[in-house]
């Protein structure tokens, strides 16, 4: 791999405004650390509410042109981006796996993978989409929502903001970025990607910033007619408040604590392989991760021993090295709270069965944690309950399926889930009755044409496909004189 694809520190002193690299109205840089030492690897502008402001005014004032241009128009641009996004795979892959911690190998797949995939699919989803239809005497039109402000996360940074910015895009909204602090690097190579593809000026717009400064600015402005936000539930709740002051729509991507049954009839080694591969992607920091394992009361010591060995099966290291399996979490803050919850399983009488709060043996940088299995696990101690966001599974044991189904949608959570059983009608029958947005049949793929959202505090709305485009389209009736 070429390690000099990205020189680090990486400075960016400009947000991406109206077209321009613009400087930012403050002098205040926000560090951002290397995950896999601990060291700071670059700074960004710390954006405020008047670099927001110019942003969306910015974003205002293109929308009347770009929601009129043909959406074969805009499809093509996404195409284009997709096609640079690709040639600048390696150098996202790398920057990313030091933001965040996946080591770089898979990081090219996910972090640079599933955003281009997700550009060149709205790029031709265009022709599934009716922009207007006959209901009686009605013309019923899709038009664009307007200006669209995006947050987001650290955890897969790019993808998580193609997954708005795509469908936003091509349904004619203009957008403000306000990524995380904690990553903010990808983005700005999209804003150089969609700035060479040629976008009108203020069509995309990047702020980097604090998400209390920036991010509330947005939320708040007036002129900003949708929030789309992935992010915890703590700053949904938030911004779900300060958006309803100015009636806007908001779509919430939450977080999860997703459930893997195994059923009696599952074959266990691969049920037990895919659990743990769930939960521990990208260290555990995905919202997706499948944290809690729960297993019948006669597989519970089978399925525990297969835990262990896949879990002291990863290879620990710098997310960097192509031998690495397992990377750091992103930050001190998430090793921190890692670590707490880990004691936290310890007090609560789970069984520790390998892994543990301490730093894995040789490492003194770095934002390590051991993969930790626990056992025996109480369903309502809060390793069960809560989101740990890092390699760290829980195992369940069960009586039965109406006990399993019970366990799985006891949570606040509903955002995935999986099934496991040789048989697949039986398995669909038990994920037909779990309250979540999407279940893995044994071991099922990602589907980027399926909608991605949650059940209960997870949110509301959808990302993925047609059915995240919907989110950036509003309805016009005209009724006509029949
Ligand atoms: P977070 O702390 O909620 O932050 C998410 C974004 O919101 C960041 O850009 C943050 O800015 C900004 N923000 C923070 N406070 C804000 C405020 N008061 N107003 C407006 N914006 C504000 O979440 P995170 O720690 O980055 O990400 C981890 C969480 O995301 C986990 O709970 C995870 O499950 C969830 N997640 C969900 C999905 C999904 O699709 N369901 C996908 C991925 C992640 P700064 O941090 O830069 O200050």
């Not at 700071?40 to 927001?52: K, L, N, Q, T, Y």
């Not at 009696?264 to 037990?272: F, G, L, M």
């Not at 059983?421 to 589907?447: C, L, P, V, W, Y």
Request: net charge neutral; hydrophobic share 45%; aromatic share 8%.
């Amino acid at each position: 791999m070429d390690m000099n694809a990205v020189s680090v520190p990486i400075e960016r002193d400009k947000l991406y405004i109206n077209g321009e690299w613009t400087a930012p109205s403050s002098s205040q840089r926000i560090d951002v650390y290397n995950a896999g030492t601990g060291k700071v690897m670059g700074r960004v502008p710390a954006g405020e509410a008047r670099d927001i402001e110019a942003a969306v005014s910015a974003a205002r004032a293109a929308f009347e042109s770009w929601s009129r241009t043909p959406v074969a128009e805009r499809a093509a641009y996404l195409a284009k981006i997709a096609t640079s996004l690709q040639a600048r795979a390696q150098e996202i892959a790398t920057i990313v796996a030091q933001e965040v911690g996946m080591p770089v190998k898979l990081a090219v797949r996910i972090q640079a993978g599933a955003p281009i995939l997700t550009f060149s699919n709205y790029a031709k989803i265009v022709d599934g989409v009716k922009f207007e239809e006959r209901v009686g005497n009605s013309l019923v039109l899709r038009e664009p929502v307007g200006v669209v402000g995006a947050i987001t996360p650290w955890n897969y940074p790019l993808f998580i903001i193609a997954a708005k910015v795509a469908p936003a895009l091509l349904a004619g909204c203009t957008v403000v970025l306000k990524p995380s602090e904690v990553a903010p690097f990808s983005a700005f190579v999209l804003a150089e990607v969609i700035h060479e593809a040629g976008l009108p000026p203020g069509v995309f717009n990047v702020v980097t910033g604090f998400g209390s400064v920036a991010g509330e600015a947005l939320v708040t402005h007036r002129q900003v007619d949708a929030i789309s936000f992935t992010g915890s539930i703590a700053t949904g709740k938030r911004i779900s408040e300060l958006a309803s002051q100015t009636i806007k729509r908001v779509t919430l991507e939450l977080g999860g604590k997703s459930a893997s049954i195994i059923l009696e009839d599952a074959d266990i080694a691969t049920a037990v392989k895919g659990t743990l591969q769930s939960c521990c992607l990208n260290s555990g920091q995905t919202c997706l991760a499948q944290t809690r394992m729960l297993v019948p009361e006669s597989k519970y010591e089978e399925a525990s021993a297969l835990a262990v060995a896949v879990a002291r099966a990863y290879v620990l290291g710098d997310p960097l090295s192509e031998a690495t399996t397992l990377g750091p979490v992103a930050s001190a803050a998430q090793l921190e709270r890692v670590r707490t919850y880990i004691r936290k399983g310890m007090e609560s009488g789970a069984k520790l069965l390998v892994g543990g709060p301490e730093a894995p043996e040789g490492v003194t940088s770095g934002y390590f944690v051991k993969p930790t299995v626990f056992g025996r696990v109480n369903p309502k101690s809060a390793i069960a309950q809560e989101e740990i966001f890092g390699p760290v599974l829980s195992i369940i044991s069960y009586k039965d399926e109406e006990e399993a189904v019970r366990i799985a949608n006891d949570v606040t959570y509903g955002l995935s889930g999986a099934v496991w059983s040789k048989d697949d009608e039986h398995a669909k029958k038990i994920a037909r009755r779990m309250r979540t947005g999407q279940i893995e049949i044994n071991g099922g793929a990602f589907n980027f044409s399926a909608p991605f959202g949650g059940f209960k505090q997870s949110g509301h709305g959808r990302e993925g496909g047609v059915y995240g485009l919907e989110e950036y389209l509003e309805y016009k009736s005209l009724q006509l004189k029949a």
